[in-house]
């Protein structure tokens, strides 16, 4: 019989040594048995040696950076409502029933355009018989111009015989006197100047009657002419066009529905360019009128504004203020301002939310940190900020506006200070980090 015996002191593991004793007797096992079992006395005493011994983790690393000092262009915004430039209310001249639409929903519409019909054989009956009519009084101008002239071709026969018996009686008179012509001549004479005055007063009253009727035939006239006007605009106005070009809503009739003057049809927007109205409040009405804090103007009306989207995207297009309101609401303390922004394709609609942004001052020296720097606490915000021994301390400071993915702070940090800016999520107060620099850039709005 053989005998292997193994001996390890380990003081590690608080005991004297170990020992394991393997034999091979005369039983015939094979000797690979012997030799694992000796393997794994080895590694449990060389486990157990090393089972209390502590590992380091490595310091982690931070990016740090000083804050970036410039001037910073200060905006405020205002929530705004989008509208139309123009906002066409489409309603009917004239009674009758829908008989077509002629437009597509939704859709771009011009000026003139038409976008119902309304049934006009009413309005052309209603023409044709004031056209009748027209002809008519004409015709009776026509008759009593004719009566007029003839009546002034009598009074002159009747004149022209009435100065002929004045003459023959003036003659005779003084003749009848001296004998010398027979009475019954002068009185024939006399009775013939009398039928010819009676002649000339005939004339007279035929020419009034006659100018008379002419009168009543014009004024039947223009009111005939009158008439057919409103018939030619009463058939015009079947047609129900657009009164600017623009964007038609949704047809509130449908065919077939009687419509008149108080019936909403649909509606017509001009939305290019298109309107945008935002309440200022009084006091910042007042510094736009007056002069900034640092006695520039802060020319607030004289901006081309910015407009944010719903989707928080910022509209492509600048806008322009068109004017203010006249007067503050009461109820608000605010007076609207009005801008207008150019609208191609007809993205934008009447009916939309947004923010306008307008620039109101500079801010001098302002210093500027990644938002990711900045850990918002309780309604507070605070920055990494490393001392001695490359230990971060947690500060609390003021934040100001955000400048595209820097933010401004206005209190408690100094541009020597040394920022954490990047892996601040998993940081604790205290403990050694590895700063790496980072480079930092801010461009203003």
Same mark, same amino acid.
Request: aromatic fraction near 4%; charge should be neutral.
């Given at each position: 019989?053989?005998?292997?015996?193994?001996?390890?002191?380990?003081?590690?593991?608080?005991?004297?040594?170990?020992?394991?004793?393997?034999?091979?007797?005369?039983?015939?096992?094979?000797?690979?048995?012997?030799?694992?079992?000796?393997?794994?006395?080895?590694?449990?005493?060389?486990?157990?040696?090393?089972?209390?011994?502590?590992?380091?983790?490595?310091?982690?690393? #931070?990016?740090?950076?000083?804050?970036?000092?410039?001037?910073?262009? #200060?905006?405020?915004?205002?929530?705004?409502?989008?509208?139309?430039?123009?906002?066409?209310?489409?309603?009917?001249?004239?009674?009758?029933?829908?008989?077509?639409?002629?437009?597509?929903?939704?859709?771009?519409?011009?000026?003139?355009?038409?976008?119902?019909?309304?049934?006009?054989?009413?309005?052309?009956?209603?023409?044709?018989?004031?056209?009748? *009519?027209?002809?008519?009084?004409?015709?009776?101008? #026509?008759?009593?111009?004719?009566?007029?002239?003839?009546?002034?071709?009598?009074?002159?026969?009747?004149?022209?015989?009435?100065?002929?018996?004045?003459?023959?009686?003036?003659?005779?008179?003084?003749?009848?006197?001296?004998?010398?012509?027979?009475?019954?001549?002068?009185?024939?004479?006399?009775?013939?100047?009398?039928?010819?005055?009676?002649?000339?007063?005939?004339?007279?009253?035929?020419?009034?009657?006659?100018?008379?009727?002419?009168?009543?035939?014009?004024?039947?006239?223009?009111?005939?002419?009158?008439?057919?006007?409103?018939?030619?605009?009463?058939?015009?106005?079947?047609? #129900?066009?657009?009164?600017?070009?623009?964007? *038609?809503?949704?047809?509130?009739?449908?065919?077939?529905?009687?419509?008149?003057?108080?019936?909403?049809?649909?509606?017509?927007?001009?939305?290019?360019?298109?309107?945008?109205?935002?309440?200022?409040?009084?006091?910042?009405?007042?510094?736009?009128?007056?002069?900034?804090?640092?006695?520039?103007?802060?020319?607030?009306?004289?901006?081309?504004?910015?407009?944010?989207?719903?989707?928080?995207?910022?509209?492509?297009?600048?806008?322009?203020?068109?004017?203010?309101?006249?007067?503050?609401?009461?109820?608000?303390?605010?007076?609207?301002?009005?801008?207008?922004?150019?609208?191609?394709?007809?993205?934008?609609?009447?009916?939309?939310?947004?923010?306008?942004?307008?620039?109101?001052?500079?801010?001098?020296?302002?210093?500027?940190?990644?938002?990711? *720097?900045?850990?918002?606490?309780?309604?507070?915000?605070?920055?990494?900020?490393?001392?001695?021994?490359?230990?971060?301390?947690?500060?609390?400071?003021?934040?100001?506006?955000?400048?595209?993915?820097?933010?401004?702070?206005?209190?408690?940090?100094?541009?020597?200070?040394?920022?954490?800016?990047?892996?601040?999520?998993?940081?604790?107060?205290?403990?050694?980090?590895?700063?790496?620099?980072?480079?930092?850039?801010?461009?203003?709005?």
């Amino acid at each position: 019989m053989s005998t292997f015996r193994i001996t390890r002191h380990s003081p590690e593991c608080g005991v004297e040594g170990a020992a394991i004793a393997l034999s091979q007797g005369h039983n015939g096992k094979p000797v690979f048995l012997e030799c694992f079992l000796l393997v794994v006395a080895i590694l449990a005493l060389t486990g157990c040696s090393h089972s209390n011994a502590q590992f380091k983790m490595p310091d982690p690393e #931070v990016l740090v950076a000083s804050p970036v000092q410039q001037d910073i262009a #200060v905006h405020s915004e205002w929530v705004a409502l989008l509208d139309g430039y123009v906002n066409a209310e489409i309603r009917p001249q004239v009674s009758g029933y829908i008989i077509s639409q002629d437009y597509k929903e939704g859709a771009a519409v011009r000026r003139g355009q038409v976008l119902f019909e309304i049934d006009p054989r009413p309005f052309q009956a209603a023409l044709d018989h004031a056209k009748g *009519a027209l002809a008519a009084s004409r015709g009776d101008l #026509v008759r009593a111009k004719g009566e007029l002239s003839r009546a002034k071709g009598g009074l002159g026969q009747a004149e022209a015989q009435l100065g002929k018996a004045t003459i023959d009686v003036d003659r005779d008179t003084p003749l009848v006197a001296q004998n010398a012509v027979a009475k019954e001549k002068l009185d024939t004479e006399i009775q013939a100047k009398r039928g010819a005055q009676a002649a000339v007063e005939s004339a007279q009253a035929a020419i009034e009657s006659a100018e008379a009727a002419i009168v009543s035939a014009q004024a039947a006239v223009e009111a005939n002419k009158a008439a057919v006007e409103r018939a030619e605009l009463d058939i015009g106005w079947t047609k #129900v066009t657009s009164l600017v070009d623009g964007i *038609a809503g949704i047809a509130e009739v449908q065919m077939g529905n009687l419509v008149g003057p108080t019936s909403h049809l649909t509606s017509v927007s001009q939305v290019d360019p298109i309107k945008v109205y935002f309440p200022v409040s009084e006091q910042e009405y007042l510094r736009a009128k007056h002069v900034s804090s640092s006695g520039q103007p802060m020319q607030l009306f004289d901006s081309s504004p910015e407009l944010i989207l719903a989707d928080g995207t910022v509209y492509l297009h600048k806008g322009k203020i068109l004017l203010t309101d006249r007067q503050v609401d009461t109820n608000t303390g605010t007076i609207r301002v009005v801008a207008a922004f150019q609208n191609p394709g007809n993205i934008l609609r009447p009916g939309q939310y947004g923010r306008v942004r307008i620039q109101t001052s500079i801010k001098k020296d302002a210093l500027l940190v990644p938002q990711s *720097a900045v850990k918002e606490l309780q309604g507070g915000y605070q920055v990494a900020v490393l001392s001695a021994g490359n230990k971060p301390t947690f500060c609390p400071v003021k934040a100001a506006e955000k400048v595209g993915t820097m933010w401004v702070i206005d209190e408690g940090l100094k541009l020597t200070d040394k920022v954490v800016v990047e892996g601040l999520a998993n940081l604790k107060e205290g403990t050694s980090v590895v700063p790496k620099p980072a480079n930092l850039q801010a461009k203003g709005r």
